[in-house]
């Protein structure tokens, strides 16, 4: 630093986000402190402290749960001279210390806290009892990162209370999936924040009437509050008016229904529902896909094509077939997967079945593996009618629909009305015993619900 420099008046340190307690110090003299996780740090520097040469920052930061440290992006952390910045996004030398010295202090229960046992349930919910409600949004779930496998059963429990408890039945609870957060990983990187995005979305498909958006796209380095909430509540908007009010509308981004190997055509190929018009967010090639080893541990980032409501990876000659394909993997993605409505796909992992089609005693149907059930099957001689999985078929709240299949009208049966008159056991047993591995519920239904 010149002598001119350091004679500046007007001198700044700025650290940026510091998660979550920090202790600054410049050239031995404490300029700033502060206990506020993802606030920016800017500490006016006294007249005096800053020399000539070589001078010394030390920053002592304290986390207290997550991530920890510098939460800024690179920008953010200078030395400001005036109308100068000296950028200090540089390689620092650090020392990390756990403060295992420290003896656990016992828990407080009866200290006012939002963290503290039921102060958020009784204070905030237990008084709106019995109140009748249309619907609720529930935007939460970076204090579970890392729990991710526990998520599914506290959500459940939580939703299942609140139905009981309110005057309004199993009224429609919908979720904003954890926006993008802290770094991006150059390499395949197993992100915690990336499994619990993909919990919240199969949340959102499997519990009676609810449902999550991907707010993948809003998201912020340092922030896990991002301050675009306005898309975050048209997204919400949407799904209520297509979930809720059965309004003709998408409800929401690409969401997979599942990914099988073409052993022909040596390729992986996904399959989406809210599809139409599968493409890109900024019209260059697909990012974001991983596909795993034969054991499904190691991945390896791969290039991949939109084809019609699929997304295809090719593989090379000579290589392993997958086990598992992942989308949008990391803390902080790199990924623009959208569908025609300009809604983002959202982070999942799924394992990679084989694509089998079989006929055998008068039955051609495709079998699911990941789910071990049988998704479609048809009659043959009875092509104008096709018998669905019971999940699917709710989907469509009628006692019969039809779609349009391949050109031709198709009415849609729910499992439990299968003919049993027609003196076949179901499932077939025969067809059980053979298949080992599966393909997707078919993809080609182009019309509306009749």
Known sequence: MTEEQAASKNAVLCLGALDDFDLSFVNGTKVGSMNVWNRLRKYSIPEGVLKAGENKIDVTVIDFGGGGGFASKPEEVKLVLGAEEISLAKEWKYQAKGLTDVPKQPKNIGAVSPY?????????LHQLFPAAIKGAIWYQGCSNVGRHYQYDDLFAAMAADWRKNFSAGDFPIYMVQLAAFMGTHDEPFNSNWAAMRWTQT??????????????IDVGDHGDIHPKDKKTVGERLARMACAR??????????PTPLSAVYDTKANKVVVRFKNCAGLKTSDGAAIEGFE????????????????????VVIKLKDGEARPAKVRYAWDDYPKCNLINGELQPSGPFELDVGDFVTLENAGLSLIYDSSNARIVSFRLDGSENML????TIYSKMKKSSSWVNYGGEKTWIWPMETWPKNLGRLWPPPAILDEVES????????TGKLG
């Open 116 to 124: 503290n046992y039921s102060t958020c349930y009784n204070g905030m």
């Open 202 to 215: 199969q949340i959102g498909e499997s519990l009676k009437n609810c449902g999550t958006i991907c707010a």
């Open 244 to 253: 809720t009010y059965n309004m003709p509308i998408c409800e929401a981004g």
């Open 291 to 310: 596909l795993s080893d034969a054991e499904g541990t190691i991945f390896r980032k791969v290039a991949a094509e939109v084809e019609g409501d699929c």
């Open 387 to 390: 018998w669905v999985d019971d």
């Open 438 to 445: 599966c393909s997707v519920f078919p993809s080609k239904f």
